[in-house]
């Protein structure tokens, strides 16, 4: 994932378990992202489904905004456009909005079952997450 990041924001929103929780609000000008998968847990009566979104080639969004509960990457990168990439990126996003995006040959699918992949994480360990972001943003200023 790469594209043009701004300065990550702390800020308080809504998830399914709980009310007014912290989150790390994440804002990219511009976001390209290889191998761009979103997966969504719902629980309905007839027990626990997965809803998998993929993509064949690189996602591309405008304007991106997320508020998530948990960030993880690999490694980061000088990208040639922009100023961050990532290397295996994983999010727990409760808000996602952006003013357009480009999902080609997107596969939408529906599996019984599923598990949670990440856990929230509390504010001090979001807060941590904002300074290494900003740290690796000044990086690329430098």
């Known amino acids: 994932m790469?594209?043009?990041?701004?300065?990550?924001?702390?800020?308080?929103?809504?998830?399914?378990?709980?009310k007014e929780r912290p989150m790390l609000e994440l804002k990219f000008e511009n976001l390209t992202a290889e191998g761009?998968?979103?997966?969504?847990?719902?629980?309905t009566p007839k027990g626990l489904i997965t809803i998998d979104m993929t993509h064949k080639d690189a996602a591309l969004f405008?304007?991106?905004?997320?508020?998530?509960?948990?960030?993880?990457f690999s490694e980061h990168y000088v990208p040639s456009t922009g100023n961050i990439g990532l290397?295996?990126?994983?999010?727990?996003?409760?808000l996602v909005r952006t003013?357009?995006?480009?999902l080609p040959q997107f596969n939408l699918s529906f599996n019984?079952?599923?598990?949670?992949?990440?856990?929230?994480?509390s504010e001090g360990e979001l807060l941590q997450?904002?300074?290494?972001?900003?740290q690796l943003l000044s990086i690329k200023q430098q």
Not at 2 to 18: D, F, I, K, L, R
């Open 36 to 43: 761009f998968i979103i997966k969504k847990l719902v629980q």
């Open 129 to 134: 997450t904002k300074a290494l972001l900003e």
């Open 2 to 18: 790469e594209g043009t990041m701004q300065n990550p924001a702390m800020t308080v929103g809504n998830s399914a378990e709980q």
């Open 99 to 102: 003013d357009s995006s480009v």
């Open 112 to 121: 019984n079952g599923g598990q949670v992949e990440m856990e929230p994480k």
């Open 62 to 72: 405008s304007n991106l905004s997320l508020n998530i509960t948990n960030a993880g």
């Open 87 to 94: 290397k295996n990126v994983k999010l727990l996003a409760h």
